[in-house]
């Protein structure tokens, strides 16, 4: 299974803080986070053995440009999310 978060706003992804609503932050969590959290779920459920999940998160999380902290936010979460679940199921030295 390979999950990759990317729900950003068209045409104003890259806005400061103060220009993005609560809704818009909630739907980027709620399709980053929650899709990534959900297709793990079904991963763990349908996993064969020696089956491997992999997450694909962003570069502009270790780029921290002004305007992306929605968005990294969500990336830094999904790549936090992924290596608990690494170092939780996975065999020793996972990543």
């Given at each position: 299974m390979?999950?990759h978060?990317?729900?950003?706003r068209r045409?104003?992804?890259?806005?400061a803080?103060g220009?993005i609503t609560?809704?818009?932050?909630?739907?980027?969590?709620?399709v980053n986070?929650k899709?990534?959290f959900?297709?793990?779920q079904?991963?763990?459920?349908?996993?064969?053995?020696?089956g491997r999940?992999?997450?694909?998160?962003?570069?502009?999380?270790?780029?921290?440009?002004p305007?992306?902290?929605?968005?990294?936010a969500t990336?830094?979460?999904?790549a936090?999310?992924?290596r608990?679940l690494?170092r939780q199921?996975?065999?020793p030295g996972?990543?």
């Amino acid at each position: 299974m390979v999950g990759h978060p990317g729900k950003q706003r068209r045409g104003r992804d890259h806005q400061a803080i103060g220009h993005i609503t609560g809704a818009e932050f909630d739907r980027s969590f709620g399709v980053n986070i929650k899709g990534v959290f959900h297709g793990q779920q079904l991963a763990w459920e349908y996993r064969a053995d020696g089956g491997r999940v992999i997450t694909i998160s962003t570069s502009t999380t270790a780029l921290i440009l002004p305007g992306y902290a929605a968005y990294d936010a969500t990336n830094g979460a999904v790549a936090q999310f992924t290596r608990i679940l690494a170092r939780q199921f996975g065999p020793p030295g996972s990543q």
